[in-house]
């Protein structure tokens, strides 16, 4: 499947409030980000304007202001930052600058709705580039007492999330919400964050939570939420569907995972990030193994397929792939002669290729194709099945086999090929394979 292209919002655009731990009134100006720039926060309340970007090296897990997600340091911090990096996942926005006069974002009703209103006001423009998800390759998660946060590999971006308070109203709420730009519109945008009414009276005796209120913050008190009525009766873990939305997002690009969460917040979920960086850095050190530049390449020699595949004479049985759609399809040549092994005991009088060879040498070109697909590079391409095989003739010394690999259906773990092997124009052997993937440390 090809990669989605970077966005940026196509017209400036503002949202002013206060915030709502600080209680200082603040504009957000938001503005189209240049291709490659990510999220990028720019305090120009200060003298200096220091650049913020929005990222994991950014985060920060000790800012004296709790239940919100900050980045930056000292008097260069930012506050509260989850509800619009919600928003922009929802949106697909890849590349923005956000000007700010103040320290924490505006908060409009607690949720993440006038930031998604205002990008969709500003519109969303495609960019020439395109951003390539990351897909989790084996499970992690955190855990602290009762809560925990878990993620497992999947096709899609999912979160499973079960909410239990010692409160009538906030007891044993489950949603499960898998991440499309309608599905997020429709089912979290406007998902308002919420406190119980001793928490929200600490928080005052702490000196927090000064722009909170009873028409941005729902309030549940003893008798149900205050002065407020919920847009949806599980509206509660709805919002913290949101919040692990946006706290992801500092992953810098789109995340295919699903994850699974028990009562986590704001701290869990920067925890559960850092360990999903450190699994993506792995992957790109194992994927520098195979550093052969396909980029442009229309062929690929001998040189190249050994960096894609682990088989080695005498069981590299494809010598050059002569065109190639990355990920998509591809011609491969195997020049079959006297002196391949398997003719010393393979009908040694009359040579005659086995046709289990002749599938494992179209496999191996289908390895190539796969492996070439960004989103498979560093793995290793196992063959799991093989399905309605044909030998039509027999393949003999002195005959190039011409393999025809087209993919059929691409996932993150199960890709399937349809196969066709040809010696002077004509169809000599043919399959259906489906192949499952493994990380690359398999051979270590």
């Given at each position: 499947m090809k990669p989605a292209n970077q966005k940026t919002i196509k017209n400036e655009c503002e949202i002013e409030g206060v915030g709502l731990h600080t209680g200082s009134p603040v504009k957000a100006i938001l503005k189209p980000g240049m291709v490659g720039a990510g999220i990028v926060f720019i305090r120009t309340d200060l003298p200096e304007q220091p650049m913020v970007p929005a990222n994991i090296e950014s985060i920060n897990l000790s800012p004296g202001v709790p239940r919100c997600t900050t980045i930056g340091k000292d008097e260069h911090q930012i506050h509260t930052i989850e509800h619009l990096m919600s928003a922009l996942a929802g949106c697909g926005i890849t590349n923005l600058t956000v000007e700010l006069d103040a320290s924490e974002l505006p908060g409009g009703d607690g949720s993440a709705l006038c930031f998604y209103e205002a990008v969709q006001k500003a519109g969303i423009e495609d960019q020439s580039e395109p951003v390539e998800p990351f897909f989790l390759s084996e499970p992690i998660g955190v855990s602290n007492d009762h809560a925990s946060i878990f993620i497992t590999p999947a096709d899609d971006f999912k979160i499973t999330y079960a909410l239990n308070y010692d409160h009538p109203l906030l007891r044993s709420q489950f949603f499960e919400f898998t991440m499309t730009p309608e599905n997020y519109a429709r089912d979290i945008a406007s998902c308002r964050t919420f406190c119980m009414e001793e928490e929200a009276d600490e928080l005052r005796r702490k000196g927090l939570g000064k722009g909170a209120n009873f028409k941005n913050t729902l309030v549940v008190g003893a008798k149900g939420v205050l002065e407020n009525e919920v847009r949806f009766a599980d509206e509660f873990v709805r919002h913290k569907v949101l919040d692990i939305v946006g706290d992801l997002y500092l992953l810098g690009l789109p995340l295919k995972g699903h994850v699974f969460a028990v009562k986590s917040g704001h701290r869990l979920n920067l925890q559960l990030l850092k360990k999903i960086q450190q699994q993506r850095k792995l992957a790109k050190v194992k994927a520098a193994r195979f550093d052969y530049d396909f980029t442009g390449k229309k062929e690929i020699d001998i040189e190249g397929i050994m960096k894609v595949l682990p088989h080695r004479y005498p069981f590299l049985l494809v010598d050059r792939v002569i065109e190639i759609e990355h990920g998509k399809k591809a011609v491969g040549i195997k020049n079959?002669?006297?002196?391949?092994?398997?003719?010393?005991?393979?009908?040694?009088?009359?040579?005659?290729?086995?046709?289990?060879?002749?599938?494992?040498?179209?496999?191996?070109?289908?390895?190539?194709?796969?492996?070439?697909?960004?989103?498979?590079?560093?793995?290793?391409?196992?063959?799991?099945?093989?399905?309605?095989?044909?030998?039509?003739?027999?393949?003999?010394?002195?005959?190039?086999?011409?393999?025809?690999?087209?993919?059929?259906?691409?996932?993150?773990?199960?890709?399937?090929?349809?196969?066709?092997?040809?010696?002077?124009?004509?169809?000599?052997?043919?399959?259906?394979?489906?192949?499952s993937f493994t990380d690359a440390s398999y051979l270590d």
């Amino acid at each position: 499947m090809k990669p989605a292209n970077q966005k940026t919002i196509k017209n400036e655009c503002e949202i002013e409030g206060v915030g709502l731990h600080t209680g200082s009134p603040v504009k957000a100006i938001l503005k189209p980000g240049m291709v490659g720039a990510g999220i990028v926060f720019i305090r120009t309340d200060l003298p200096e304007q220091p650049m913020v970007p929005a990222n994991i090296e950014s985060i920060n897990l000790s800012p004296g202001v709790p239940r919100c997600t900050t980045i930056g340091k000292d008097e260069h911090q930012i506050h509260t930052i989850e509800h619009l990096m919600s928003a922009l996942a929802g949106c697909g926005i890849t590349n923005l600058t956000v000007e700010l006069d103040a320290s924490e974002l505006p908060g409009g009703d607690g949720s993440a709705l006038c930031f998604y209103e205002a990008v969709q006001k500003a519109g969303i423009e495609d960019q020439s580039e395109p951003v390539e998800p990351f897909f989790l390759s084996e499970p992690i998660g955190v855990s602290n007492d009762h809560a925990s946060i878990f993620i497992t590999p999947a096709d899609d971006f999912k979160i499973t999330y079960a909410l239990n308070y010692d409160h009538p109203l906030l007891r044993s709420q489950f949603f499960e919400f898998t991440m499309t730009p309608e599905n997020y519109a429709r089912d979290i945008a406007s998902c308002r964050t919420f406190c119980m009414e001793e928490e929200a009276d600490e928080l005052r005796r702490k000196g927090l939570g000064k722009g909170a209120n009873f028409k941005n913050t729902l309030v549940v008190g003893a008798k149900g939420v205050l002065e407020n009525e919920v847009r949806f009766a599980d509206e509660f873990v709805r919002h913290k569907v949101l919040d692990i939305v946006g706290d992801l997002y500092l992953l810098g690009l789109p995340l295919k995972g699903h994850v699974f969460a028990v009562k986590s917040g704001h701290r869990l979920n920067l925890q559960l990030l850092k360990k999903i960086q450190q699994q993506r850095k792995l992957a790109k050190v194992k994927a520098a193994r195979f550093d052969y530049d396909f980029t442009g390449k229309k062929e690929i020699d001998i040189e190249g397929i050994m960096k894609v595949l682990p088989h080695r004479y005498p069981f590299l049985l494809v010598d050059r792939v002569i065109e190639i759609e990355h990920g998509k399809k591809a011609v491969g040549i195997k020049n079959v002669t006297i002196n391949d092994g398997f003719f010393q005991g393979h009908f040694p009088t009359r040579p005659v290729m086995p046709g289990v060879l002749m599938v494992e040498a179209m496999a191996q070109t289908a390895g190539v194709v796969v492996l070439t697909n960004p989103a498979h590079r560093g793995k290793l391409a196992f063959f799991m099945a093989v399905d309605n095989v044909k030998f039509r003739k027999v393949v003999t010394a002195g005959d190039q086999l011409m393999m025809d690999i087209e993919v059929t259906k691409d996932r993150s773990r199960i890709t399937q090929i349809h196969a066709v092997s040809r010696v002077d124009g004509e169809i000599v052997a043919e399959a259906d394979m489906t192949f499952s993937f493994t990380d690359a440390s398999y051979l270590d």
